[in-house]
C-alpha cells in the first residue's frame, strides 16, 4: 500500500503519561523527517480511569493529572491551539525528565518559561474549565466505539489508534520508517491490532 499525500496527526495527550510523553518525542521527531500536519490535543488520565480501581500509586498519580491538563485547557482556550506544543513540552519535560512531582510547581515555572500569564495557574484547583476538557476528551475517543483503548491516543488521517506504546524515542531515520510503517497499518481497512509482551524500562529523553 502507498500511502503518498501529507499525513494528518491529532495527538492526545496528557501531561502526567510517560508512554504519551515518549510517543510524542517521537511524533515530533517525524515532524523533522516526513510532511505531517501535527497537531496537539489534551485529554485527561482522571476521565479516563474514573469509576477503575487502581493501585494506589497510581490513583494519585491520576488524580493529580487533572490539573495540568485543564491549565492546558484554560491556556489553549485564552491563547489558542498552537500554545498547545510547546506548553505540553515545557510541562512533559519536568514531569518526565526531572521527574518533578510537585505539579502546582511544574505549571507554575512552566508558564513562566512560555511567557504565559501566571494566573493560568489557577485553573489546576478550578472547575472552570471542566466542561472543556471533557469535551477535548471526548473528541479524542474512537467515534464508532466511544471509548479509549489506552494511552497514547493518536488520530492518524482521520482513524483512531492506540499507541505506539514506546520504550524510548526513535530518531531520525528510524523514527521516520517507524511511522511509514504505522499509518501503512492505520490505513489498511482490515488492521486493528499488534501487540507483543513489554520488556525493559523507559527512557524519557
Known amino acids: 500500500m502507498s500511502i503518498r499525500h501529507p499525513a494528518?496527526?491529532?495527538?492526545?495527550?496528557?501531561?502526567?503519561?510517560?508512554?504519551?510523553?515518549?510517543?510524542s518525542r517521537w511524533m515530533l521527531e517525524v515532524e523533522r523527517h516526513r510532511d505531517v500536519d501535527l497537531r496537539f490535543?489534551?485529554?485527561?488520565?482522571?476521565?479516563?480511569?474514573?469509576?477503575?480501581?487502581?493501585?494506589?500509586?497510581?490513583?494519585?498519580l491520576v488524580d493529580r493529572s487533572i490539573g495540568p491538563v485543564r491549565v492546558a485547557v484554560a491556556a489553549a482556550a485564552a491563547h489558542g491551539d498552537g500554545v498547545l506544543r510547546d506548553?505540553?513540552?515545557?510541562?512533559?519535560?519536568?514531569?518526565?525528565?526531572?521527574?518533578?512531582?510537585?505539579?502546582?510547581?511544574?505549571?507554575?515555572?512552566?508558564?513562566?518559561?512560555?511567557?504565559l500569564p501566571a494566573a493560568l495557574a489557577e485553573a489546576a484547583h478550578s472547575t472552570a474549565y471542566d466542561d472543556r476538557v471533557a469535551r477535548g476528551h471526548d473528541a479524542g475517543k474512537d467515534p464508532e466505539h466511544g471509548a479509549y483503548v489506552g494511552t497514547p491516543t493518536i488520530h492518524v488521517d482521520g482513524t483512531v489508534w492506540f499507541g505506539p506504546v514506546l520504550n524510548a524515542v526513535p530518531r531520525g531515520t528510524e523514527a521516520a520508517?517507524?511511522?511509514?510503517?504505522?499509518?501503512?497499518?492505520?490505513?489498511?481497512?482490515?488492521?486493528?491490532?499488534?501487540?507483543?509482551?513489554?520488556?525493559?524500562?523507559?527512557?524519557?529523553?
Not at 496527526?9 to 510523553?21: L, Q, R, T
Not at 505540553?88 to 505549571?107: N, Q, S
Not at 482490515?190 to 501487540?195: A, D
Request: net charge negative; aromatic share 14%.
Open 41 to 60: 490535543r489534551p485529554m485527561s488520565l482522571y476521565l479516563h480511569n474514573q469509576g477503575n480501581e487502581l493501585p494506589g500509586w497510581y490513583r494519585d
Open 87 to 115: 506548553l505540553y513540552t515545557a510541562l512533559g519535560t519536568r514531569i518526565h525528565r526531572h521527574k518533578e512531582e510537585d505539579f502546582d510547581a511544574v505549571i507554575a515555572a512552566s508558564l513562566a518559561e512560555l511567557g
Open 177 to 205: 520508517e517507524l511511522f511509514d510503517s504505522v499509518r501503512v497499518l492505520a490505513n489498511h481497512p482490515g488492521f486493528f491490532e499488534l501487540k507483543r509482551a513489554r520488556s525493559g524500562g523507559l527512557s524519557h529523553d
Open 8 to 23: 494528518t496527526v491529532d495527538f492526545y495527550f496528557d501531561p502526567a503519561c510517560p508512554f504519551a510523553w515518549i510517543a
